[in-house]
T-cell receptor
Framework: DSGVTQTPKHLITATGQRVTLRCSPR?????VYWYQQSLDQGLQFLIQ???????AKGNILERFSAQQFPDLHSELNLSSLELGDSALYFC???????????FGQGTRLTVV | AQSVTQPDIHITVSEGASLELRCNYS??????LFWYVQSPGQGLQLLLK??????LVQGIKGFEAEFKRSQSSFNLRKPSVHWSDAAEYFC??????????FGGGTRLMVKP
């Protein structure tokens, strides 16, 4: 158990819908990262938050947004969903920039 | 931009044989380097990490990796593979605090 909790584990939704994925980092970790894993794109970095502030942005679509709350949990919002958004979404947390990242079990999103 | 290359998409080894998974990174300075393992349907588990110091690092499950600056490589090794090692392995680099960049992964199959 990495200590990073992601909910839900599985999500099936229709095209055009909006979903929210939740991540609780390890206790004391200030940084949260979101990654998308798909068969054709591999592991793609989406966005990083540090102590509530956006720190870095990767290949995140405009339809996607995220935030980190004062209690340090983070949510990834995916809207106007398309079939191609079906993927595993991982959250990772990190204590500081000189330590390793720990990953959650992921949320498997299926868009039908 | 930094990149990580894992030249081997699939590798098959016999149980008990030695293993080496290749990883090359591109980054001007010495990055932080990691190997993660992902079993089917699971999250990513950290095997080992390199930040600085001794270029041969030991990890969990009997794995080790060697950082070679001259070759921009961080290859993962195990002297004797077990059937339970069958999984996908990801090399990742981090330019001191920003997002982890992952290689495309190497899927390891173990023959009995």
């Amino acid at each position: 158990d990495s200590g990073v909790t992601q909910t839900p584990k599985h999500l099936i939704t229709a095209t055009g819908q909006r979903v929210t994925l939740r991540c609780s980092p390890r206790s004391g970790d200030l940084s949260v990262y979101w990654y998308q894993q798909s068969l054709d794109q591999g592991l793609q970095f989406l966005i990083q938050y540090y102590n509530g502030e956006e720190r870095a942005k990767g290949n995140i679509l405009e339809r996607f947004s995220a935030q980190q709350f004062p209690d340090l949990h983070s949510e990834l919002n995916l809207s106007s969903l398309e079939l191609g958004d079906s993927a595993l979404y991982f959250c990772a947390s990190r204590r500081d920039m000189n330590t390793e990242a720990f990953f959650g079990q992921g949320t498997r999103l299926t868009v039908v | 931009a930094q990149s990580v290359t894992q030249p081997d998409i699939h590798i098959t080894v016999s149980e008990g044989a030695s293993l080496e998974l290749r990883c090359n990174y591109s980054y001007g300075a010495t990055p932080y380097l990691f190997w993660y393992v992902q079993s089917p349907g699971q999250g990513l588990q950290l095997l080992l990490k390199y930040f600085s110091g001794d270029t041969l690092v030991q990890g969990i499950k009997g794995f080790e990796a060697e950082f070679k600056r001259s070759q921009s490589s961080f290859n993962l090794r195990k002297p004797s593979v077990h059937w339970s090692d069958a999984a996908e392995y990801f090399c990742a680099s981090d330019n001191a605090g920003n997002m982890l960049t992952f290689g495309g992964g190497t899927r390891l199959m173990v023959k009995p």
